[in-house]
């Protein structure tokens, strides 16, 4: 039995499914777009959140390389939200300190949201409270498909591929991997998110909506967490 009472640290990076925008909308008589913006004005409260606490790293899926198959209407509603999001918060990313980073394909994103993440990840690059990721046109398989592709292109040798060289050619390659990974809405699923990098991180299912993911609920799922036992694969001695 584990005995240790001592407080154990807070994670170092969480990684955040955010579910349930839609059935927000729906309980409140919204329509989607509104469960949409209520989920990415969320993100922002639980950045500060982060702040707060001293959490420095929080990755999350804006939206997926499935994501496409949403009516068209939705997806270009999500396109509009993430652009606004980048141009309108530029000023309160570099007054708070929030790094902003993106990963995923970038290929298929229209060209003005391409330079909209280019200038934002240019001008928060020095920023140092918070590592703010969003993850857009984003697949863990895609990313590994990526990499692959890459180091057959650079020529890399059979024998030098170990497990440093792949982190190394995916798009978090300068993120460490998640030690928490927060899923709302009451789905227990990964949905193809950060399949490589969660490899040792523990999961978190909460049945909120993630517009209903507030300070509370985040000091529930730290709490869970430091009462986990992590091994990585080992074994502690009794
Ligand atoms: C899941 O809810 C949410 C998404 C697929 C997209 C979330 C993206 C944002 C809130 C925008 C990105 C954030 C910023 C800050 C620009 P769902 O639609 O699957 O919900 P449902 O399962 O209840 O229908």
């Known amino acids: 039995m584990n005995t240790n009472t001592e407080t154990k640290p807070y994670p170092r990076h969480i990684a955040i499914i955010l579910d349930g925008n839609g059935r927000f909308a729906k309980k409140h008589g919204l329509l989607r777009q509104q469960g949409h913006k209520a989920g990415a004005d969320n993100v922002e409260a639980v950045g500060d959140l982060f702040i707060e606490k001293g959490i420095p790293y929080m990755t999350v899926y804006a939206f997926s390389t499935e994501n496409w198959k949403r009516s068209e209407d939705e997806v270009s509603y999500l396109m509009a939200l993430m652009k606004r999001y980048l141009t309108k918060n530029k000023v309160d990313a570099l007054r708070k300190g929030i790094r902003i980073r993106v990963i995923g394909d970038r290929s298929r994103l229209s060209r003005d949201l391409q330079e909209l993440i280019v200038s934002m990840e240019e001008d928060t690059k020095d920023m140092k409270n918070l590592n703010l990721t969003f993850a857009i046109n984003y697949g863990g398989r895609d990313e590994i498909r990526r990499a692959v592709s890459k180091m057959i292109s650079d020529g890399v040798k059979a024998d030098q591929v170990d497990e440093a060289l792949i982190s190394s050619y995916l798009d978090t390659s300068d993120l460490p991997d998640p030690d928490l990974l927060i ?25 909120k909506l993630w517009p209903e993911f507030d300070e509370a609920e985040l000091d529930q799922a730290l709490a869970s967490f430091q009462k986990r036992d992590r091994r990585f694969g080992g074994r502690k001695e009794e």
Do not use: K, P
């Open 183 to 207: 899923r709302t809405s009451g789905e227990e699923r990964i949905s193809n998110f950060l399949l490589w990098q969660i490899a040792y991180a523990e999961m978190y299912f909460t049945d």
